[in-house]
Structure formats: C-alpha cells, structure tokens
C-alpha cells in the first residue's frame, strides 16, 4: 500500500513541475527565442517613399490638361483665365488644353440621391487627364484650395499623388500642382500671389517650370 501511494506522489509531484516548467517558459522566454525575434526585427526593410519627379522623364511636347478647382472641386475655368492659358498654349513646346466637367463625369460614378460622393476628386481629375491621352495634368485653385501644406482642401498625403516627406506646399492666392497623369508623380509646386488681374504670372511660372524639365530631360538624354 505504501509502495502504492508513494507512486501516486511521485508522479503527481512530476505533473506539476512540467506543467510549472511550461508557466516559467512561456512567462520568461528563452534566450535563443528573444535571439530570434531581436534579429527578424534588424533585418526587417522599412517602407520607403518613391522619389518624386525623377522615375519619369519630362516629354517636352507633351499635352498638358487644366483643371481648375474651386472647394477642391474641378469646375469651368473663367473666360479671363482660359484667356492667359491659350496664350501659355502660343508660346510654349508643349500643348496645354483644357480639361472640362463634363469629359470629369464621364470617368467617376454615378452617386444616388442623397448618396455619400467621393472624397478623391484630384485623382479622378488625374484618371481623367490620363483618359484624354494627356500626359501630364496642371490642377490649380485659388483661396481655400491654395493652402499651407494642403491642396484642394486635402493634405498632400490625402491628394493621391506621389509625394515624399521632403515636399512643401506653400500657401499663395493661387497654387498649381504639375503631375504625370500615370504615375501621380508630382513635378513642381507653383504659387502666385498676383492674381487680381488674373492669372498671367502663374502661367509665366508654368512656362519657366516645364523649360526647366525639358532641360532637365535633354541634359539627362546628353
């Protein structure tokens, strides 16, 4: 009986230092296992943001849309203002045309009454320009939409664009925002201040902006 019952003990006492062993090893893990997770998380790649505006180069007879937003919506651009691009159109390599609401509706669905619209519109107006073979696209706004840090009433995070952390986007009466249909890639940020009498000096930034790129782009080929 004895023999019996110190049987029982012995292997009762064996149960419980395995099941205490298996407490110990899962409250403090073993060396090796902190060995282990230490080196996965050395050898782990964090994301990297693309660089903006030098995957692609610059055509230098491109077609380049406008869209003009107003509360980070495309709309018509004003008479004056179609005016100062048809001459930018005259003098420049590049041909600039004019993206309008309607060829817009065209690529975005169609939302119900008292339905929830999309929030991405600059990315539509992208898709759009890229629909209409336009290889890059000039989306410009004033007021609201030509914010510190923002675009369209968006952070540049939430525009859909290509940018880096590195990326300023000033304020200004007016701002523009130069993009490869494509990629998203953003090539060039332009402000003006002189908008009163239109918009002649931010066409002239535009024009100085693409000879820089297709400077840029002929020294690159050389």
Do not use: C
């Not at 230098?60 to 869209?67: D, L, P």
């Amino acid at each position: 009986m004895n023999t019996k019952f110190k049987t029982i003990a012995l292997g009762t006492l064996t149960l419980m230092s395995a099941f205490s062993n298996a407490n110990a090893q899962i409250d403090n893990p073993t060396p090796r296992l902190k060995t282990a997770v230490v080196q996965e998380a050395a050898y782990t790649k964090l994301p990297t943001l693309p660089k903006v505006g030098t995957s692609n180069r610059f055509n230098i007879k491109a077609t380049i849309g406008i869209a003009r937003l107003e509360k980070g919506r495309l709309i018509a651009a004003p008479l004056g203002e179609l005016q100062d691009w048809a001459f930018l159109n005259k003098r420049t390599a590049q041909k600039f045309d004019i993206i309008s609401p309607a060829a817009l509706i065209q690529n975005i669905p169609e939302v119900p009454m008292n339905g929830r619209d999309s929030d991405n519109k600059l990315d539509e107006i992208r898709m759009t320009a890229s629909d209409l073979r336009m290889d890059y696209v000039l989306i410009y706004g004033m007021g609201q939409d030509a914010q510190w840090g923002s675009f369209g009433g968006k952070s540049l995070m939430e525009t859909g664009f290509v940018t880096g952390n590195e990326t300023i986007s000033p304020r200004g009466g007016a701002k523009a925002l130069l993009v490869n249909t494509y990629t998203g890639e953003i090539y060039g940020t332009l402000t003006s201040d002189e908008i009163e009498f239109g918009i002649g000096d931010l066409t002239d930034k535009v024009q100085a902006l693409v000879s820089d790129l297709g400077k840029t782009n002929h020294d690159n080929k050389a």
